[in-house]
């Protein structure tokens, strides 16, 4: 058993911020860079989102093009990939979008949060003990044979994969904007990095789309080593 290829999907600000004070939900990508994520989510077997986004951006967390629907069906692969809500609380509101919408969901949470949670009529609980550890949760992904996984935030959930060493890859999509509130949520949370603030990650491309600049790091690979 293997675990998944973790990539981190993010958009930012030029201040490093993903999103702004305001209730609504705030768009920091463009339409072209928009069409691109959904081509990573069509390549995924499985899509990963913590409990918080869910809460705050109320998504439906589906791929959108029906020809990348259907060749996934071609391809003998479920419509959407499977959609993954870690919480480790298990508070979750039935009615969000998320659960009402096409695609298998799956919900890792703790032991409590399983007892407690009210989605276990809409998706699969799958408790890992008293706290929620990400290699574990990993190693489950493995053994349902998800090979590729996409994590789609938010800052809790960045921040755990990349301080535990679990990301392979990082799309940042950077967009020409500065956001500037004190309060607005940021890619990362402070934390110990493996390597600390010395280490560089190694940058394999930045493909411009529109206004955005896309930049692809593997963190595992430092620029001393490539």
Partial sequence: MSRPYVLLSVAVSADGCI??????RFSLSNAADF?????????????????????????RLLVRSAQRCADRVARGLPEHPLKVVVSGSGDLDPELRL??????????????GAAA??????????????????????DDLGSRGVKRLMVE?????????LRAGLADELRMAIAP???????????????HFPGGPERRFHLE??????????????????SENC
């Fill in 153 to 161: 935030g938010g800052t809790c959930v960045h921040t755990e994969f």
């Fill in 117 to 138: 949670t009210a989605v276990g009529d809409l998706a699969e609980i799958a408790p890992l003990g008293e706290d929620v550890e990400f290699g574990d949760l990993l």
């Fill in 35 to 59: 069409d691109h994520v959904d081509q990573v989510r069509a390549d995924s077997d499985a899509i990963l989102l913590g409990a918080g986004t869910v809460r705050r951006d109320n998504p």
């Fill in 177 to 191: 904007m500065l956001v500037g509130q004190a309060g607005a949520p940021r890619f990362v949370h402070p934390a």
């Fill in 99 to 112: 659960w009402q919408h096409g695609g298998d969901k799956l919900v890792y949470t703790t032991d409590a």
């Fill in 19 to 24: 999103d702004d004070v305001s209730a609504g």
């Fill in 205 to 222: 491309d930045v493909t411009r789309i529109g206004d955005v600049a896309v930049l692809h790091y593997f963190p595992k690979v430092t």
